[in-house]
C-alpha cells in the first residue's frame, strides 16, 4: 500500500516550457487534490477533483490544467511555466467516510 | 488559504511546557478542522481533526477546541518535546466539502 505518490520528484524548467504532474493513490479515495507551498504561505488549493471526470477551480487555479481520467490518478499541467509557479506541490487525497487528507511527498518544481 | 488565519507565526516554548496555536476562519458553512504536523523536508501529516459537531477533542498529548459561534479554533500540546519541533498548519473545510482552505503555518521550537 504505497499511500499517495507523486511523479516526479524534482524538476527544472525553463519558462514557456509545459510539463505534466502525475499523482496516483491506492486508497481508492474519491477525493483528490493538488497544493502549492511557498514560504510564509501555507498550503494553496490550486484544483481538485470529487470524482472520476470531475474537476474544480481552488484558490490558485491561473496558470493551471488538471485531469483526472481514472479514480487513482490525478493529474496537474502547466501549459507554458512562469518563474512564478516555482514552488513546492502537494497533491492528497481523501475519501468519504474518512474526511482527513493524505499527502503525497511534494514535487520541488524551480522555473527558471 | 486568506479565509484561515492562524497564530502566531512561530511559537518558542521550553520542553515540558504547553503549545497553544490558534486559528480563525470566516466561512460559516465550514464543518470540518483538520490540523497537520510538517517536519522539514516531509509532506503535511493529519494529527488530529474536530467535527462541527463537537466542541472538544483529545488525543494524549494533542487536543483541539472548536467555538463554532466565535468561529475559532485551537491546537493545544501539553508536555511538549524536541521532537514535537515542526510546522503547524490548522485547516477548515470550504463550505461544507471536502476541500480545504489552510492557514499560513506555525513554525513550533521544542527547546531542551
Known amino acids: 500500500n504505497a499511500g499517495v505518490t507523486q511523479t516526479p520528484k524534482f524538476r527544472v524548467l525553463k519558462t514557456g516550457q509545459s510539463m505534466t504532474l502525475l499523482c496516483a493513490q491506492d486508497?481508492?479515495?474519491?477525493?483528490m487534490y493538488w497544493y502549492r507551498q511557498d514560504p510564509g504561505m501555507g498550503l494553496r488549493l490550486i484544483h481538485y477533483?470529487?470524482?472520476?471526470?470531475?474537476?474544480a477551480k481552488g484558490e490558485v487555479p491561473d496558470g493551471y490544467n488538471v485531469s483526472r481520467l481514472k479514480k487513482q490518478n490525478f493529474l496537474l499541467g502547466l501549459e507554458s511555466a512562469a518563474p512564478s509557479q516555482t514552488s513546492v506541490y502537494f497533491c492528497?487525497?481523501?475519501?468519504?467516510?474518512?474526511?482527513?487528507?493524505?499527502f503525497g511527498p511534494g514535487t520541488r518544481l524551480t522555473v527558471l | 488559504g486568506e479565509n484561515v488565519e492562524q497564530h502566531p507565526s512561530t511559537l518558542s516554548v521550553q520542553e515540558g511546557d504547553s503549545a497553544v496555536i490558534k486559528c480563525t476562519y470566516s466561512?460559516?458553512?465550514?464543518?470540518?478542522f483538520p490540523w497537520y504536523k510538517q517536519e522539514l523536508g516531509k509532506r503535511p501529516q493529519l494529527i488530529i481533526d474536530?467535527?462541527?459537531?463537537?466542541g472538544e477533542k483529545k488525543d494524549q498529548r494533542i487536543a483541539v477546541t472548536l467555538n463554532k459561534t466565535a468561529k475559532h479554533f485551537s491546537l493545544h500540546i501539553t508536555e511538549t518535546q524536541p521532537e514535537d519541533s515542526a510546522v503547524y498548519f490548522c485547516?477548515?473545510?470550504?463550505?461544507?466539502?471536502?476541500?480545504?482552505?489552510f492557514g499560513k503555518g506555525t513554525s513550533l521550537l521544542v527547546t531542551p
Open positions: 486508497m481508492n479515495h474519491e477525493y
Open positions: 492528497a487525497s481523501s475519501s468519504i467516510l474518512d474526511r482527513g487528507a493524505f
Open positions: 485547516a477548515a473545510s470550504i463550505n461544507s466539502g471536502y476541500a480545504l482552505n
Open positions: 474536530i467535527r462541527s459537531n463537537v
Open positions: 477533483s470529487v470524482g472520476e471526470g470531475t474537476t
Open positions: 466561512d460559516s458553512a465550514s464543518n470540518y
